[in-house]
């Protein structure tokens, strides 16, 4: 579906690289989670796959297709694409939003309206009640979950996602999660979502890609990754999830042990 | 008091049409050039630094010197057409400037997301930039707005009809009321506009919270009814003038609003039908008769000498008038139709007391106390060849040269603040504050004849130049004195001033 070949990107003519020599492919239906530090390329990465950016050198190929032969505006309205800090029009209303990349392929009115319908209810967003909001009207939560409307609305089969969910509470984040994973499996969405938290890329990946100053350090399903981590900024980020995980189980233990004690 | 008022109150129709035509015409062509070129600035950072430049540069301008260079540049054409240019170049810093920086100042990230889900740029720029940035857009326009309500007073300077009519007969001719008419009227004209672009501001801000609120919708209702009213009645003042037979010109001061209005009153018992242009630059008044836009107007031989001929001997009164009637018909196709009996001299006057003490009389008394007097000037005296003449002619200086507001000139002497001054033959303020007239015995001075100076369309019309002919030698210098000093010193209105013109035309 996606494949990248030695991708490079450097901003500065050649002195330094912010993406290196990065290779990986990525199957149908797959989501695979692009993680690592801030500065670590992940973005830039993301961004060579619809054109935003182009690479200083390599290709990019979508379904077999170099990227770089294709109309970067035709590219993009095939592939969904989710914003960092949600990026929706505060001009538009809700459905408008949704409806933007549906109406820049000339679909017809009545198709645009259907589709607006369906993609709302699919985030759990009732049609009725949303469709003639402003974005400032809603919860981030809501928010985003238009943000994803409008991404899957002209019906991609390659959506794209920077870091999604990272504004928002630990609750919503978890809900938003849950849901799009739900999504991305019945519609069998190949996706790649770029992200800081392990724990985030473990609950959604199918596969995992973890970068470090611009290289590719390993890419494998999250067990691959926990059983075998080639670099041991690997195994730290991998391997933090469950430490926590751990640590909230002894805090938890002692706790009911002292509540036992007073019963 | 009433009277007057009802007299002011009488011009506002047309004064309120012509106001309200030049400055939403302006406005209108300002926006449809101004925004177009902000959006450009906007997208290539090439363009917007001498963009804003040149528009800031137009801005500091008097606007004075906009108006004059571009009646100059459209060869003396006068009337809407140059106000409305130069209306629309003041209007242009705040609608390019208030574009550029709604445009930069859409969020970054809005911007990104419209390129991420594939718009081109074109549509980046109608469907969200454009948008986002109008309440800013807006906010120039009534900026600008504002300011063409208020400049647009300037227009009767080159001879469109404007609430300026009102400020700039009032002032000279001091009567306060006209004014203070015409000064509350723009300002009520600038807050209606402002508030009804202020509330396409709000509109434009609050259209995404409020659409469905009932106070939206009202607001709503009650712009689209102001606009549409303002639109009608400003498609009412668009009507075309109804045409006359002659323009009567004048420059700004009393005495030529007096003879203007005479000469109106003549051709009127003629049957002609006219209208006024009055309170013109000197330069404007001429170009437009010059061209044929201007039939008739008061002009002095001296102010052509000088001004236009740029002659500096002083050859006599008569052989100058013949001089200059031979460069109007040779240069311009101009003529002088009647050469009205009076003048209209710059000449030193002195405190009749002081002047007797002094034992002077003429200028050549003059001499010896000079280096111990003040004399005090209009704007204008001390740089103009009457005064270098002076000058040279009697090799005279004084201990201090002061420039005056021509009603403050006369306060000064009048209070003993200056001892000289720069006054007008035929000022009935010399009467008033009993000055006495100094001789000039070597005619330093040269002649300023008063004469009807008339355009080469008007002097084709038999009747009209009959009619007009029939005023050369009528007017002599205590007539037109005592006309002036009527209105500047008694604050008559105007008419009572034409009235007394009349009757001395009749004897």
């Known amino acids: 579906m996606i494949e990248l070949q030695n991708v490079r990107k450097s901003y500065d003519g050649g002195k330094t690289f912010a993406v290196s020599d990065v290779s990986f492919r990525v199957k149908r239906g797959e989501l695979l989670g692009l993680i690592g530090e801030s500065g670590c390329g992940k973005t830039s990465t993301l961004k060579m796959i619809n054109r935003l950016e182009e690479p200083s050198s390599g290709e990019i190929l979508v379904n077999g297709e170099n990227v770089r032969q294709q109309n970067a505006e035709q590219l993009r309205r095939n592939i969904g694409y989710v914003f960092q800090g949600i990026g929706l029009f505060p001009h538009y209303t809700v459905a408008e939003n949704v409806c933007t990349v549906p109406e820049l392929l000339a679909w017809p009115p009545s198709a645009v309206l259907e589709r607006c319908r369906v993609v709302l209810d699919l985030v759990g967003l009732a049609p009725a009640q949303f469709a003639d909001r402003f974005p400032s009207q809603l919860s981030g939560g809501q928010q985003q979950r238009v943000g994803v409307a409008r991404a899957l609305a002209a019906q991609p089969e390659l959506v794209l996602m920077d870091e999604p969910f990272g504004a928002l509470d630990p609750i919503t984040r978890a809900d938003l999660q849950e849901e799009f994973k739900s999504i991305q499996r019945q519609l069998e969405l190949t996706v790649i979502m770029v992200t800081h938290d392990m724990t985030e890329a473990l609950l959604m990946g199918d596969r995992i890609a973890v970068m470090k100053q611009g290289k590719l350090l390993q890419i494998g399903s999250p067990t691959e990754l926990l059983d075998a981590p080639s670099d041991p900024y690997v195994r730290k980020l991998i391997e933090m999830p469950k430490r926590r995980a751990d640590r909230l189980d002894q805090i938890l233990d002692a706790d009911s042990h002292r509540v036992k004690q007073h019963d | 008091m009433t009277e007057n008022l009802s007299e002011q109150l009488a011009l506002l129709p047309e004064y309120f049409r012509g106001h309200l035509a030049l400055t939403l015409f302006a406005l209108f062509i300002g926006i449809v050039i101004s925004s177009p070129l902000g959006v450009w600035a906007a997208q290539a950072p090439r363009v917007k630094r001498p963009l804003l430049t040149l528009v800031s540069i137009i801005q500091t301008f008097p606007s004075v010197a906009i108006l004059a260079l571009v009646v100059a540049m459209l060869g003396g054409r006068i009337g809407s057409l140059p106000a409305i240019i130069a209306l629309v170049l003041y209007s242009m810093l705040p609608i390019v400037r208030n574009t550029v920086t709604g445009l930069e100042n859409v969020a970054e990230e809005v911007v990104t997301a419209a390129r991420g889900i594939g718009m081109s740029p074109r549509q980046i720029l109608t469907k969200v930039r454009i948008p986002l940035a109008l309440p800013v857009i807006i906010a120039g326009i009534r900026t600008a707005a504002v300011w063409t309500v208020g400049l647009a007073t300037l227009s009767t300077l080159v001879g469109a009809n404007s609430f300026g009519n009102y400020i700039f007969t009032g002032l000279q001719t001091r009567n306060l009321l006209a004014v203070t008419v015409g000064s509350l009227a723009a300002a009520c004209m600038a807050v209606i506009l402002d508030s009804l672009i202020g509330g396409l501001q709000w509109l434009a801000v609050n259209r995404n919270a409020g659409a469905q609120t009932a106070r939206y919708r009202a607001v709503k209702v009650l712009i689209m009814i102001g606009l549409t009213s303002v639109l009608g009645v400003s498609g009412y003042s668009l009507l075309p003038d109804r045409k006359v037979d002659f323009v009567v010109g004048g420059k700004g001061f009393t005495e030529q609003y007096i003879v203007a209005g005479a000469v109106e009153e003549v051709l009127q018992e003629a049957g002609f039908t006219t209208e006024q242009r009055l309170g013109l630059g000197s330069e404007v008044v001429f170009q437009a008769t010059a061209n044929n836009t201007i039939d008739v107007y008061l002009e002095y031989s001296g102010t052509v000498w000088s001004n236009l001929m740029n002659r500096e001997d002083n050859p006599g009164r008569e052989a100058v008038m013949s001089e200059v009637e031979a460069y109007l018909a040779a240069e311009h196709g101009m003529a002088n139709l009647a050469r009205l009996g009076f003048q209209n001299l710059y000449a030193l006057a002195m405190r009749r007391e002081q002047a007797e003490r002094l034992g002077i009389r003429s200028i050549s008394d003059l001499k010896p106390f000079a280096d111990g007097l003040v004399a005090g000037g209009d704007l204008e005296f001390f740089g103009r060849p009457e005064w270098i003449s002076l000058r040279d002619t009697y090799r005279i200086d004084f201990a201090e040269k002061l420039t005056f507001d021509t009603t403050l000139m006369y306060t000064a002497i009048a209070e003993?603040?200056?001892?000289?001054?720069?006054?007008?033959?035929?000022?009935?303020?010399?009467?008033?504050?009993?000055?006495?007239?100094?001789?000039?015995?070597?005619?330093?001075?040269?002649?300023?004849?008063?004469?009807?100076?008339?355009?080469?369309?008007?002097?084709?019309?038999?009747?009209?130049?009959?009619?007009?002919?029939?005023?050369?030698?009528?007017?002599?210098?205590?007539?037109?004195?005592?006309?002036?000093?009527?209105?500047?010193?008694?604050?008559?209105?105007?008419?009572?001033?034409?009235?007394?013109?009349?009757?001395?035309?009749?004897?």
């Open chain 2, 416 to 507: 003993e603040q200056v001892d000289v001054i720069a006054a007008y033959t035929t000022d009935g303020r010399v009467a008033e504050f009993d000055l006495v007239i100094l001789e000039d015995p070597l005619n330093a001075i040269p002649p300023y004849d008063g004469f009807l100076a008339v355009s080469g369309d008007a002097m084709n019309n038999r009747l009209f130049v009959e009619t007009l002919s029939s005023l050369a030698g009528k007017i002599s210098d205590e007539v037109m004195r005592n006309a002036n000093r009527l209105v500047d010193v008694e604050n008559r209105p105007v008419t009572d001033g034409v009235r007394y013109i009349r009757e001395a035309l009749t004897e």
